[in-house]
């Protein structure tokens, strides 16, 4: 989840919408965004060892707005992913409407490692203290959690049912609090949630090929102009270190690419403009992070089929993200692009060092392009590439297998309540869960739909793809409500 101050959503780049006013589109209601409190919450540092220093706590940031919140109402927890949980506060903006609407209490956990929750402060990013950055203990940290927010809220700790909300990461966790915590969520609302993706589960070619195919939707000559552009990179590059002085001129990077290394990594820093691009293709601009225009696809596709030749068209689409600001006078690479465990590259925010450890360990984000299926250079991210940056980087060697095991692989069936939302136009979409499980486990499409759009505040300008999706989400999460206070009014009496 790119940077200026962006968390991603993968590994950098999120974006986040200005949400401090929203208009709800089926109603005329408009709602305010609420105001929260920020906490801090003792966490113990490792919930799984009770002999080591696992004995010691750390503060867990946590936003809490009772604002809509009647007693005896619902608690909407957001599983905080890679980044600052006040970032997400600000992006998430349908949770605030749906907490309105069932008057429930809203709250933000921070994960570990990220934002102001750190476990051992300033060094908490080294080598020496990232064993305690897990899947695992993540969510034994909203898990304990939870157990206190529902005895400090509901006399009854029985009577008030949680419903966890993520997005992207959030959403892969929010999956696996249901699946591990069924005792404490009532349900998941996991939107764009990569879970298989996660797990090592799907083919490694998809996430690049898709990003293709949201340029060759929109008209299929960009597709083929990127191409060219990388073509006549490539035969550039084969003269050698007069051709690499050439390329670094015209795509106006600050310092001359030295070697093929280099080459390579530029390479990938243009593959997550488009790849950003066509994640973030929402009806409507976005100003909170990089300003993108509304569809950022079309828009830069029209920009790169006016260039006069190919290594202009790439940099039509680069600019788009890269100088958001329009005030770079070349583009510095490596403040942009850092290589890491994620093909997609982190930032240089704090918080991306993380998810490389993450992505070193248990997260796997293996996509590799071909300049077959996909429009970029042929380049194969394997499980030995990841490895060794892996062992380099933190003396780690990823566990590939791991997280299919721990969190029930593809066979989700003997769980319930889950909604799996994706947008047709997100990248990351194959990486979920497309299908419906059981009736209670649902795969919802939006079709026009980008990266985690449902969890974002409504617009005016929304596809009525997404406006119905957030309708049904509504109602099944009202039904969730339902069946957990029924349920647990009847064992009551019993
Ligand atoms: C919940 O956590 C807060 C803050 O750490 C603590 O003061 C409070 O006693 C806890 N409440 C319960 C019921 O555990
Ligand atoms: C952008 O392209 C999509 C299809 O990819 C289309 O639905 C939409 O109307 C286009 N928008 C603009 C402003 O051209
Ligand atoms: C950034 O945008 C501005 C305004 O369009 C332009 O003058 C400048 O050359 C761009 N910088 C780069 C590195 O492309
Ligand atoms: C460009 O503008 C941004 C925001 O307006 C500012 O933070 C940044 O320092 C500027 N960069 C340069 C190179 O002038
Ligand atoms: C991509 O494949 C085309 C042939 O389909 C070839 O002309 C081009 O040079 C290749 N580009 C790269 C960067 O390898
Ligand atoms: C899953 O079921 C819901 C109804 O419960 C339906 O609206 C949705 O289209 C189904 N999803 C898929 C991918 O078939
Ligand atoms: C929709 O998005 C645009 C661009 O971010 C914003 O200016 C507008 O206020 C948003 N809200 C509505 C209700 O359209």
Redesign the pocket.
Known sequence: MATVDVVTVRRSVVYFAVTLLFVTVSCVSVTRDPPYETRYFHQYLDHFNFASRGAGTFKERVLVSDAFWRSGGPIFFYTGNEGPITRLWNEIGFMKDLAEQFEALIVFAEHRYYGESLPFGENTISQENMGLLTVEQALADYAVLITNLTVSYCQDPDVCPVIAFGGSYGGVLSTFLRLKYPNLVAGALASSANVYMSAGLTPGNQLFQDVTE?FR??NPRCPDRVREGFAEMERLAGQGEQGLHEISTRMKLCSSLQDHADLVNMYRWVREAFTVLAMEDLPYAISNGPFLP??P??ASCNLLLKATDGIEEILQAVGMLYNFTSNLSCFDLHEDFVPCADPTGCSLMPGAKAWDYQTCTEISLLESTDNVTDMFPPDAFTEETRAAHCRERWGVTPRPGWLATQFWGKDLKASSNIIFSNGD?DPWRRGGVLQNVSSSIVALEIQ?GAHIMDLRAPNATDPLSVIRVRQQEAHLIGQWISEATNQKEASGNG
Do not use: I
Request: no cysteine; hydrophobic share 35%.
């Open positions: 949201d939707r929109y509304a569809y696809v079309n136009l026009g």
